[in-house]
């Protein structure tokens, strides 16, 4: 009930307003030259073009009426083109080459890859941040400690089995290393 009697008061203040900014308004007046003089003639045929208010027809540059607009003969158009010019970034280059044997664990957009891997007994797999973000490599017995991009961690893995990996700080990474003989 309130909101519909501060919306009528609103709607009168509104209405108020309207209409005493039309009342302060001053009446047109009109001309001299065309107050009491009957109506100019135009050449038959030809329809008459309106003057501006209060503006007589002999003050326009000329003494004519001003013209009809004409189309131009071809329209404008503007062209716009939007460059954006992006650096390419550059390949990081790795600290060491790999050691012969080892397999490359890439870290990317917030996945491993590749995310299962089979290496042998005593092979060594290096993981390495090819991302922007900080990841970081953490089996059940072994941590990487925060990977800023383009630093590498290695881990040699001595035995057969099944070893799962995640990333702690984004728990959705994960990998599985596969001991095979």
Known sequence: MVTWLIRGVLAVGILVVGLL??????????SPTT???PPSPTPAGLP?????????QSS?????PPSAPTPTAE???????SRVARE??????????????????SIVDFGYMPGTIRVHPGQTVVWRNDGR??????????????MEPTIEYRQTFGTVGTFTYRCSIHTDMTGIIIGIQ
């Open 35 to 37: 107050a009491g003089a």
């Open 133 to 146: 973000e900080e990841h970081d490599v953490t089996g059940e017995d072994w941590h990487s400690g925060p």
């Open 88 to 105: 390419t970034q550059a390949p990081f280059p790795t600290s060491t080459p790999l050691p012969s044997g080892a397999a490359l664990v």
């Open 21 to 30: 900014a039309l009342a302060s308004r001053p009446p047109d007046s009109p």
């Open 60 to 64: 326009m540059p000329g003494g004519a």
């Open 48 to 56: 008459q073009s309106p003057t501006p208010a209060g503006v007589p």
């Open 75 to 81: 329209p404008f158009v503007q062209r716009v083109v």
